[in-house]
């Protein structure tokens, strides 16, 4: 964070002892915990800011607050938390009193910086309480292929999207999907892997400046199905004669995880586990009067 002046900041917090965590079934706070660490680092920013605007130029501070009583008072202060699921607000409370000293920990020692967020919310969220599932990496083939960049991109905006389902009056109307549309490249930073984000912000900011009105209606009118209509039909870096199946598992963030009944998408390498499509039989005709021919009856 530049802003003329070196601004050293060393955070603080006063360790408590913890209680031995629990394991959250079911991927119910993934999508919470991941608001949460969001608004946590804007919070954390913010105060940042605040304090190097006080220094002069020249001069060189180091900041210490309790970064526990600042995450505190979180979901009071952020008006969005109304906005989102219920489940979300819950999980915000969760964190920020039960298991406000973890999360503070995880902000300890380090100026906040988009870059590191990622790491820094993997860390909390999966590896610290186990409100998401540890995935597999995505493959090279997002990198290397534009039909699994584009749905990929494509299903980062649908779940951003549907973290409001349940809690937003507008949900999925022309404010709400547009709102998410000017942020979304800039804040997939926060929810993509460091080593694949260069290229999938770059892919992101390309499929939405180029075709953002089509994105919209196919967010608004089919959310299940917008991958598919974006990709096929409005950017036609995926083939329509791909499966069906290849628009349902689909690379995401760890942090988009939901519940089962909630699932739009699947992680690609449960794909193996997944029924077979059925295969299209065409009879031919006489075939099956030539095999009824070829029956010899046996008497018993």
């Not at 954390?44 to 607050?65: D, H, I, K, P």
């Not at 902000?107 to 590191?116: H, K, M, R, S, V």
Request: hydrophobic content about 35%; glycine content about 4%.
């Amino acid at each position: 964070m530049k802003n003329g002046f070196s601004t050293l900041m060393l955070l603080l917090l006063q360790l408590q002892h913890q209680p031995t965590l629990a394991a959250h079934g079911d991927n119910m706070g993934c999508v919470g915990c991941a608001i949460t660490m969001e608004h946590a680092f804007a919070k954390m920013s913010e105060y940042a800011l605040e304090q190097g605007n006080r220094m002069s130029l020249t001069e060189q501070s180091t900041t210490q607050v309790d970064i526990s009583s600042l995450l505190k008072t979180l979901r009071d202060e952020v008006p969005e938390y109304k906005q989102y699921s219920p489940r979300a607000g819950s999980v915000a409370t969760e964190m920020t009193t039960k298991w406000v000293n973890l999360v503070a920990t995880s902000f300890a020692g380090d100026e906040p910086l988009e870059t590191n967020m990622y790491n820094r919310t993997h860390h909390v969220c999966v590896n610290l309480l186990d409100y998401c599932d540890a995935l597999p990496p995505p493959s090279l083939t997002l990198l290397q292929n534009k039909c699994e960049m584009c749905k990929a991109v494509v299903a980062d905006i649908v779940m951003v999207v549907q973290r409001h389902e349940g809690g937003y009056a507008l949900y999925r109307t022309k404010p709400h999907v547009y709102k998410v549309l000017d942020t979304a490249c800039s804040s997939s930073i926060l929810r993509i892997p460091p080593h694949i984000h260069t290229k999938f912000s770059k892919a992101c900011e390309e499929i939405v400046e180029e075709n953002e009105h089509e994105l919209a209606t196919a967010i608004i009118n089919d959310l299940a199905n917008a991958v598919e209509n974006v990709c096929v039909k409005v950017t036609g870096m995926c083939s329509s004669q791909q499966k069906e199946s290849d628009f349902k598992y689909i690379w995401t963030s760890s942090f988009h995880q939901v519940p089962y009944d909630r699932q739009i998408y699947w992680a690609p390498h449960l794909l193996k586990y997944a029924p077979k499509e059925p295969t299209e039989q065409v009879e031919v005709e006489g075939e099956k009067e030539k095999e009824e021919d070829n029956i010899e009856e046996i008497e018993l």
